[in-house]
């Protein structure tokens, strides 16, 4: 079972019916930071999948290959994050179904963040002590400069995509720069139903090799 967090805290607890909180950017692009500002606000918060048990992107595809909802089956969450999952047979990208997920949750919020491109590119790289690079090339068939290349065009697909789609959507839509918007800009996005505090911020799977190893490895090209 989904184990979710007190709400004890506060006196405007959020109700089971309150919008869901949607994370449509990439990872390494301050996923955890969110989820942990969600879970330590005492929102009912999942990222990436249950401790020790379900992945939400697979869940969600689970759920849209029977016609249900995409998250039915974590009732009483109401943020989700880092919706991915890889391996080396396939890789699901959850944000992008943004579509889909704002028609079947319209009054949700959709959190779009990301950062810069070739920043994002090196994190990726790295993380997990680069062994998230190799099951992307194994699952892809790519080398690492091609699965480098891939990303990035990825990002800067999904990137035009989603901001044409909210350009026009009546959506509660949130674009957020991890390099250069704080965290009140949340706080301020979600204060119709929430009540964020700030303070709750801080920086999780920050890699400061990312950077270098983008200088070292001629990434620059790719940003």
């Known amino acids: 079972m989904t184990v979710l967090t007190p709400y004890s805290k506060r006196q405007n607890a959020p109700r089971a019916t309150s919008p869901l909180i949607i994370q449509i950017g990439f990872n390494r692009c301050g996923t955890l930071s969110f989820h942990r500002m969600m ?28 016609g249900r909802k995409p998250f039915d089956g974590f009732d009483g969450v109401l943020a989700f994050s880092d ?20 028609a079947a949750y319209p009054d949700a919020y959709f959190f779009f963040n990301t950062r810069d491109k070739s920043d994002w590119i090196a994190s990726r790289a790295a993380h997990a002590n ?50 250069h918007d704080g965290p009140e800009k ?28 983008r200088v070292l490895e001629g990434q620059g090209a790719l940003g």
């Open 39 to 66: 879970k330590d606000n005492g929102i009912p918060a999942l990222h990436w999948q249950e401790p020790g048990g379900r992945n939400v992107a697979q869940m969600m595809l689970n759920n849209l290959s029977f």
């Open 83 to 102: 919706i991915a999952f890889l391996n080396g047979q396939i890789m699901i990208e959850g944000g992008r179904l943004f579509r889909t997920l704002h």
């Open 130 to 179: 680069g062994t998230f690079l190799k099951r992307f090339c194994k699952m892809s068939g790519l080398d690492e400069a091609g699965a480098k290349a891939a990303w990035g065009e990825m990002f800067d697909q999904h990137t035009a995509e989603v901001q044409s789609y909210f350009a026009t959507a009546t959506a509660r839509f949130l674009r957020f720069d991890l390099d």
């Open 186 to 213: 949340i706080a301020d996005w979600l204060a119709p139903d929430y009540t964020i505090d700030t303070a709750h911020w801080g920086h999780y799977n920050k890699n400061s090799r990312s950077r270098d190893m």
